[in-house]
């Protein structure tokens, strides 16, 4: 008889956590019927964490895709009226995006969507297991991060 392979154990369990998370926040988020997709969000909180508008090419560049998926992903955010390309002041051939207050409002809910989905992913655990966790997802968080640079 063989031991079980303890990082096999753990892929396994990290695997069935990001399913349930996945689900978990799905389900909120189709709640709340925001017509914006997984891709879509993540570049509305992208440009909420701009001071000023960014280019096409720094949201590809920040999201780790190619120019060409954030124009897709801009375009339907731009028809649905959650943002507006707008040109560079000082270059005319570049262009900006910016959130608009519809997109600010869906930002608001999509955070809402998102609390609640954490209410529920992390109620089984106590403060302190919280606590624990959250530097857990740090270290992992920031060794993904020291890989980068």
């Known amino acids: 008889m063989t031991t079980p392979d303890p990082d096999s154990v753990l892929a396994e369990q990290l ?9 978990i926040q799905k389900r909120h988020l189709e709640r709340r019927d925001l017509g914006v997709t997984p891709a879509q969000s993540r570049l509305l909180r992208t440009l909420a964490h701009y001071g000023a508008a960014p280019r096409m090419a720094d949201l590809a560049e920040h999201l780790e895709v190619v120019p060409r998926a954030v124009t897709t992903l801009v375009d339907g955010l731009e028809a649905s ?31 809402g969507a998102r609390r609640s989905a954490a209410e529920e992913i992390l109620a089984p655990l106590s403060q302190e297991q919280r606590t624990v966790l959250g530097g857990l997802l740090e270290a992992l968080i920031d060794g993904e991060l020291a890989k980068r640079c």
């Open 15 to 23: 695997l069935r956590l990001t399913r349930r998370v996945h689900r």
């Open 81 to 111: 009226g959650k943002v507006r390309r707008v040109a560079d002041p000082t270059n005319r051939r570049v262009t900006r995006i910016e959130l608009t207050d519809e997109g600010r409002a869906t930002l608001r809910e999509l955070r």
